[in-house]
């Protein structure tokens, strides 16, 4: 059996997996101070319990990551940390890792039929992974697939994060959703309650007409079709999976997006597969266990 | 030794490599309705007269090309061609195939010393080939680095060859050098002799100091840059090779593409090395003979 962690802001998930089916799993707190001491006592005291063996161990870093070595954790606030250190004081294992969003795309790439395959990720960020051949490709820098900095939104050229300006993120992750509504709240008709505004309630009210919810839903899907024909002409891959709390809202996100790839997709890769990821918050535990 | 073909519209260019050198080469008029008897014929006589070895045959094809099949070559005019059957009337050898530019990244790549790069190719289009782990990655659909069709012109959308607008080529090709030049002739003084204009003109005044000139050089090397910047985010490759007939203006179009990663690159991958390609019009050959 292989043990698959997934660190993210809150919690902690861990999984054991075995032939890439997730088996048990449970989460603890993310405790910034003792957050991997936390990790791995916790690991060892419930293999023990339940007696399970298990021969490696992977990780899902919200940050950069290589060779092991975490340079940053943002969203966490501390980074400069050696896993294999840590590690050797538990266990005299093997482990791995990688950040959180190229291990959701493996686990969704090694439970699906693609060879070749690219995430996008939407949720407060926008990220994603790119698995080639069955393996993730990281990047000379470890930021391959930091799709949400694609250049995209040249029409409001929104301020991004990273700080650049119109990237894919502006617009296409919750927090970009979000200000797209309220930016065009008095040009459209619209039932959306703006003080309890989320991503989820945009397109929830989308779904049901609203005028506003319609329009936005249509700029993400649009822009996210953009997107995708700048993946598929620069590597062409057989299926783009679609995932993150913003998927949540279902097919009607990846119809648009299929409906704005017949206008703006490329003639030889408009047909590319297009599809909800379907492991949802278990991607990230079962990627990290194939690393 | 191995023979590397590089097909081109008007002319047939056959190499003969030996671990990664062009050791002898020549080249055939392109024939369309006799073209690859012509070549079959043609690399028969070669090695018979110079008494030459060789042990694979592999070939550059301006168009689509999958499992040895050709289905189109565009400027030659003709398709449907299974190369596995001609070749076996002549040779009793392995051969390969590939798109020229994909040939033209791999020759590039292999006398490098980067595992994973990216060319570009500016001529009348703009194509390219991504390499990983020594590789050529083809992609899906064989349009892995139709890269001339990134989404990056927002400004003029000007209509593309492909049917899309706004395509990268239709700025940074030498069709798109001259349209720009044109297009902005009244804006800036000029001594740019529009009765013989070429991309090389364009930028040869440039060089001199001409407005128009270097507002054309800065406008193509920003494109430019906006494109290296997406290919960054999605592969993040160690190496952007520049080629083609458009790039032998020489470095200064690349100081002006680096200026420009300073403004529109992502901060994780904006110090990509980015080079001119080294091998010229060998590169294709050579590339062939690696396939």
Redo the contacts between chains.
Sequence with gaps: MKCGVDIGGQSVKIGFIDNKKLMYSYSIKTNNDTLFDDIFKSIKEYINKNNIKIDFIGFGIPGNVKNNYIYKMPNIGIGDIDLNKISKQYFNLPINSSNDANCAALGEALNGKYK?SYFITLGTGVGGG?V?DNKL????????????????D??HNYQCT???KGCLETVASSVGIIRLAKEYKNQYKTNIDFDNISAKSVFDNAKLGDELGLFVLNYVSKSLA?AI??????????CIYIGGGVSACGNILIDRIKYYMNE?G????KD?VIKLAGLGNDAGMIGASLL
């Design positions: 070749s790119y080639y490709v990281e990047g000379n820098t470890c930021s391959a697939a930091e799709i949400g900095h694609l250049f995209i040249y029409k990273c700080g650049l953009l024909r700048n993946i598929c002409v620069t590597v062409d891959p057989e703006v490329f003639y030889a890769s590319v």
